[in-house]
Structure formats: C-alpha cells, structure tokens
C-alpha cells in the first residue's frame, strides 16, 4: 500500500452564521478563482450539507481526474460549521538523471488556493467567522 501524501490531511474548518445556500455560492465563487490554465474544478455531487467537486485537467477537456475533495456543512450552535477534505489524489515524481524527487500531489496548490479564498470570502461576509486552515495535519 502506498504512503499517503504529507497534504493528504489539509483541511479547512470554518465556523459561520451564514446559511448554506449562501455558503454554497461562496464555495462557487472559491471554486472559479482557483482555477488555472491547466485545472478546472467541477461540482460533481450537491446534496443539502454537502458538495464535491473534483480537479480536471483542462488541457485533455476535463477526462483526467486530478483530485477530488467535498465540502460539508452542519449545524453547529447558532450557526453551521464548514469543512473541507480531500478524498482522493493523484501523485507524481520527478528524477534528474537517477536520482528521485520527492512525490508530489498533482492539483494540490488548486485546493490550497480554494480552502484559503474560501476562508477569506466566508470572513468578509460574517465578521464574526472564525476560519482555521490546516496544510500538513499532525499524526495523532
């Protein structure tokens, strides 16, 4: 079985007084700015308290599947609490000549530019939000 990647675990928790329609056009909203000329992110799946969106290659029109991750919301006090996760990746390695570079996670600066514009647009919109982004989670 093959390790899993140190991003594997990125996540992030947002705590907010917005409904889930509005949070819903935010993650949309994140969705469409962290594309890039060779990504796009496509909402695969929209059921109430969850969407998953999957990271396609642009360039071969969308066949190849990069990384998918969802987006959860539930109620959580007075208001919701929003998570994201990562559900399945892909990975590649480099090599000069012989020698190795470490794995890397295909699509993974696409899901960090979504956790975090997410974050940020949820924060404009309910000052009272409270976000936490986690890059590399800690073993338990």
């Known amino acids: 079985m093959a390790r899993t990647h140190k991003y594997a675990g990125a996540s992030a928790q947002i705590s907010t007084g917005l409904d889930?329609?509005?949070i819903a056009a935010l993650c949309e909203a994140a969705a469409k700015s962290s594309e890039?000329?060779?990504a796009l992110i496509r909402l695969e799946e929209?059921?109430?308290g969850r969407l998953v969106y999957?990271?396609?290659n642009r360039v071969?029109?969308?066949r190849v599947e990069f990384m998918t991750f969802e987006v959860t919301m539930q109620p959580a006090g007075e208001g919701?609490?929003?998570r994201t996760r990562i559900l399945t990746y892909k990975q590649k390695r480099q090599w000069i000549l012989v020698i190795p570079l470490p794995w890397q996670m295909i699509a993974w600066n696409n899901y960090k530019r979504f956790m975090y514009a997410l974050s940020e647009q949820i924060?404009?919109?309910d000052s009272r939000a409270q976000t936490n982004?986690?890059?590399i989670a800690s073993a338990a």
């Open 20 to 22: 889930p329609t509005e």
């Open 36 to 38: 890039t000329i060779q």
């Open 46 to 48: 929209s059921k109430p």
């Open 54 to 56: 999957s990271i396609r």
């Open 60 to 62: 071969l029109g969308g």
């Open 80 to 82: 919701k609490r929003v």
């Open 123 to 125: 924060s404009l919109r």
């Open 133 to 135: 982004v986690v890059e």
